[in-house]
């Protein structure tokens, strides 16, 4: 069953408000699209909108954020990691300030907005950034302990959403740990580490390849920075095959991330999924995934390749 990102994301920082009196809810001019004025109804005085004027919004959460205060930042992902992105790194992770920026409508599956909307760097931006904690959250379900463990934390952090709906993969409560993943299939022949709106698409193609006789593992990689490198070790040691799956481009992200961790600790294959090096254009999430090569018959292909690409290597 799919559910509303937006919903579950504005419903969870109005549950915490109580629990954090310090909390405030800061935007650029983006309440009503990101149904942040049922916040504001909620908790009258706690929301700031500046305007639409990004480096000012990180600017008055940096100031906020001195005085003991906890900001949280929620906008659209083009709007809060890259517009601003000398003030994150001035104002936020130099001085290490305990700001959280919640981006929404990150990745190709902003559809029909277009390339100017489609954040595909945002995490190769932000996790570059000393002090910073950078996740994906898949459904529903991870976006509210996504959320829960960033107001935990003492410090800066990311958390990188969809636009809105998304198959509800967890169904109830779940473990959210900085450095942590989700092991959500076991597999043998290949390991396919995906985050976001992947996962659901990761998880479709390893049932496929189980029909074909092959065993996929999937992890649920939710933390992209820090990395849960004690699970990408122990799969690379049992596979010896990866693949990553990523709505972002394969430059910077998980993919990425995956491979600098595994060439230095247990090189194996690699076939990253993502967006090539392109912007992206108009489309719906469908049409974009397709043509972008996001779809879990993409993924089943890297598999099969990355499982030759091992064979080969075993017999030199």
Do not use: W
Not at 9 to 34: C, F, H, Q, W
Not at 128 to 146: Q, R
Not at 215 to 231: F, G, Q, R, W
Not at 243 to 270: F, K, M, N, R
Request: aromatic share 6%.
């Amino acid at each position: 069953m799919k559910k509303s990102f937006r919903s579950t994301l504005i419903s969870t920082i109005t549950e915490n408000a109580k629990e954090y009196p310090g909390m405030v809810v800061l935007n650029a001019d983006s309440a009503r699209a990101l149904k942040l004025t049922q916040f504001s109804d909620a908790c009258p005085g706690r929301m700031i909108g500046v305007g639409i004027s990004e480096a000012d919004l990180i600017g008055t959460a940096a100031g906020m954020a001195a005085t003991g205060l906890i900001p949280v930042v929620v906008g659209f992902s083009m709007f809060v990691s890259e517009k601003p992105f000398e003030q994150i790194r001035q104002s936020i992770a130099y001085p290490n300030l305990n700001v959280k920026i919640i981006a929404t409508h990150s990745g190709l599956c902003v559809g029909q907005d277009g390339a100017t909307h489609q954040a595909l760097e945002d995490m190769a931006v932000i996790r570059t950034l000393p002090n910073f904690k950078v996740y994906a959250a898949a459904d529903v379900t991870e976006t509210k302990a996504a959320v829960q463990a960033m107001l935990k934390h003492d410090g800066p952090a990311y958390l990188r959403l969809g636009r809105d709906l998304a198959e509800d993969i967890f169904e109830g409560r779940k473990s959210f740990v900085p450095g942590g993943a989700d092991i959500l299939r076991e597999g043998d022949d290949v390991t396919i580490a995906a985050c976001g709106l992947m996962t659901e698409q990761a998880l479709i193609a390893a049932a496929a390849l189980k029909s074909q006789g092959i065993n996929a593992a999937v992890i649920n990689t939710y933390s992209i920075k820090p990395l849960p490198e004690d699970v990408l070790l122990y799969q690379a040691r049992k596979t010896k095959a990866f693949v990553t799956a990523e709505d972002h481009s394969i430059i910077g992200g998980l993919g990425s991330a995956v491979c600098e961790y595994l060439s230095q600790s247990c090189p194996v294959p690699v076939i990253r999924i993502g967006v090539p090096d392109h912007f992206g254009e108009s489309g719906t999430q469908d049409e974009l995934f397709k043509k972008y090569g996001l779809t879990a018959d993409d993924i089943i292909a890297a598999a099969k390749k990355a499982i030759n690409m091992k064979a080969m290597n075993e017999k030199r």
